[in-house]
């Protein structure tokens, strides 16, 4: 939020610090009020909702002067910021929510949409143009994928796949074999459903390989399974990180929002598309968000210690054929260097075959009394699905065998409930496979 709105003759005056006698802060406080001064609002404590379409301005001359900013008429003059228009193209709500995701990637700058697919489209076609390559890893979301395979061919754009068992080498001659240019590259990691690990590092060097003076390839990441606390692909290589909001950032089931950081630099293009698609979030979603983000790191810690006790449970349970669960990547898994450079931490994300398929998997589903049987991910509440059948159903059959995206796999969210219980409503589920 810029400084145009200081209210300079009120008698309060306050800035959230960064630092303490020059020591930095941590992101879990700075989430209390960063970005935010109480004497924009009468000295209210947290940021109102600032929920109005427009901005009025003190003068014409002021006008022109936000209007040349937001449509790229001029370069700003030292240390001026474009002021507040339209809630289209910015609101305080909006500015203070990216202030404070920033922090958490350590980004230079941040952008809040209306939803997780929002800020993936609006970030790919930012970027991607006809005739060139989206090159993407798999498994993957099952609405990226459609998009990817459904909508962007009607654009003129390719897409190449690879997964976590891919060498760069194979990678190059797959996309050698399209003889197209290479106009963005989309990972997520960990995968969706199977926590699968891409090498951040290694995408990164394959963009930077494709690109020219006139035309650089970015690497986009979708963070979302891992999230800010337990990953940060910015250190990484990544050009830009993807969030779904609506998952652990957001966390309560109760808001729909997403988010993509990185460099101003990189972002600028994104956020022009941004405003002329209209795909930002709303003042209401982008207060919910920062009121989420004050306990952003208690949640997923929570989680994740939640995580390793159930996960622990499944392992040696005599229907569970398999556990995906990067707490178990240990000196043997042909991940684990990979694990350790690029990960923080397992999180929270369990996905699990239970013997039996499909059928056995339904019956896992369907007894289940606390676990809620939902997609989403990343809330308080915990939350499980059958990807074959519901996420990923537009994935063929084919490809999913081939990703692990098998009939009996069941995905898991944990929660911030009492691990016991968590276990104890899956022993009973597992009961009827």
């Known amino acids: 939020m810029s400084d145009e709105h200081d209210q300079s003759d009120h008698h309060r005056t306050h800035k959230w610090p960064d630092s303490i006698a020059g020591t930095p802060l941590h992101p879990e406080s700075l989430m209390m009020g960063y970005g935010y001064r109480p004497e924009w609002s009468e000295g209210a404590l947290k940021s109102p909702i600032f929920q109005t379409s427009t901005f009025v301005f003190e003068s014409a001359e002021e006008g022109k002067k936000y209007f040349e900013l937001a449509y790229g008429i001029r370069e700003p003059d030292d240390g001026e910021q474009m002021g507040l228009i339209y809630s289209r193209l910015n609101n305080p709500d909006l500015e203070i929510l990216e202030d404070r995701l920033t922090v958490w990637d350590d980004a230079e700058a941040a952008l809040s949409f209306r939803s997780g697919m929002a800020a993936i489209s609006t970030t790919m076609l930012a970027f991607l143009r006809p005739g060139t390559v989206l090159l993407m890893s ?61 090498d951040i590092a290694m995408c990164a060097e394959i963009a930077a390989a494709h690109s020219t003076e006139e035309r650089r390839v970015p690497l986009t990441v979708d963070n979302t399974f891992l999230g800010p606390v337990f990953s940060r692909p910015l250190d990484h ?46 003042p209401w979603s982008g207060w919910l968000l920062m009121r989420s983000l004050e306990t952003l790191q208690l949640r997923m810690t929570r989680q994740a210690e939640n995580a390793r ?125």
């Open 138 to 198: 798999e498994p993957i979301y099952g609405g990226v994928h459609y998009l990817a395979e459904e909508i962007l061919p009607q654009f003129g754009i390719t897409t190449v796949r690879f997964d976590a068992r891919d060498s760069r080498i194979a990678i190059e001659q797959k996309l050698a074999a399209t003889a197209k240019p290479l106009g963005l590259v989309h990972i997520e990691t960990p995968a969706n459903p199977t926590n699968d690990l891409i």
């Open 237 to 282: 290589g990544a050009d830009i990180v993807l969030y779904s909001a609506t998952k652990f950032i957001g966390g309560h089931s109760d808001v729909i929002a997403g988010a993509a950081l990185g460099s101003a630099e990189m972002l600028q293009p994104v956020a022009v598309h941004r405003t002329i698609f209209g795909t930002m979030s709303s």
């Open 309 to 433: 006790k159930v996960a622990e449970f499944l392992r040696e349970h005599p229907k569970v054929e398999a556990v995906h669960y990067l707490g178990f990547i240990d000196a043997d898994h042909p991940q684990h260097e990979l694990y350790k450079r690029q990960c923080l931490g397992p999180g929270s994300m369990i996905s699990f075959v239970v013997t039996g398929g499909e059928e056995a998997a339904f019956r896992v589903l369907n007894n289940m009394q606390l676990i809620h049987l939902a997609v989403s991910l990343g809330s308080t509440e915990s939350l499980a699905e059958h990807p074959a059948t519901m996420t990923h159903a537009d994935v063929s059959d084919e490809e999913k065998e081939a990703v692990g995206v098998t009939s009996g796999l069941i995905r898991v969210s944990i929660g911030v409930e009492h691990p016991d219980d968590i276990i104890l409503d899956l022993a009973t589920a597992l009961e009827q496979a």
